[in-house]
Structures are given as structure tokens and as C-alpha cells.
């Protein structure tokens, strides 16, 4: 689905350059929404982490790219699933 789809890709470039290149830390951002520390934040969260740390993005193409990785009828994210994604999308391809 990612692989596939520009606008994810340009989005996940955008939120890996910000937090691998430029150090915005988003694992720990979603953590401080974790409070039982579960890997999982609502996913009202998951897009104030985004929209708030990642301003290069329109709220548009964030919210678009979270649909494509989770359906809009689940409220919760995995965002240790999610900062997978994104270190293995980020690491440079041989």
C-alpha cells in the first residue's frame, strides 16, 4: 500500500527526515501520550504528534497517510508498529 502510493511516501520521507536527520524524537513525543505504556495512543494523538512535530506537512496529507495505515473506524495506533515502518522505509535500499 506504501510502496505504491506517493503521497505516502512523500509523507513518511518528510516525518523520517524530521525525526532521524533533524532529532524531533516522535517516539518520545508518543510516549508522553502513553501512559501505560502500551506501544498505542488514541488516534486523535497520533495525528497531534504528527501535525504538531512534522510542519513541513499539511494536515491533509497526514490525516490521508494515517487512513492508509489504519481504518478510520479503529481509534487506536500502534505507534511502535509505526516507528518500524518508518526506520525500515527510511533505511537507504542496497
Known amino acids: ?12 520521507r518528510t516525518i523520517y527526515q524530521k525525526d532521524s536527520v533533524q532529532g524531533v524524537n516522535l517516539e518520545s513525543k508518543f510516549r508522553e501520550r502513553d501512559a501505560l505504556n502500551t506501544g498505542q ?3 486523535v494523538e497520533f495525528l497531534q504528534v504528527l501535525e504538531e512535530s512534522v510542519r513541513e506537512l499539511e494536515r ?11 481504518p478510520p473506524s479503529d481509534n487506536i495506533v500502534n505507534y ?5 515502518i518508518l526506520y525500515k522505509f527510511g533505511e537507504p535500499q542496497l
Open 1 to 12: 500500500m506504501i510502496a505504491g502510493n506517493e503521497l505516502a511516501q512523500y509523507v513518511l
Open 41 to 43: 495512543v488514541k488516534r
Open 80 to 84: 511502535s508498529d509505526f516507528m518500524r
Open 60 to 70: 491533509w496529507q497526514i490525516q490521508n497517510f494515517v487512513e492508509m495505515l489504519v
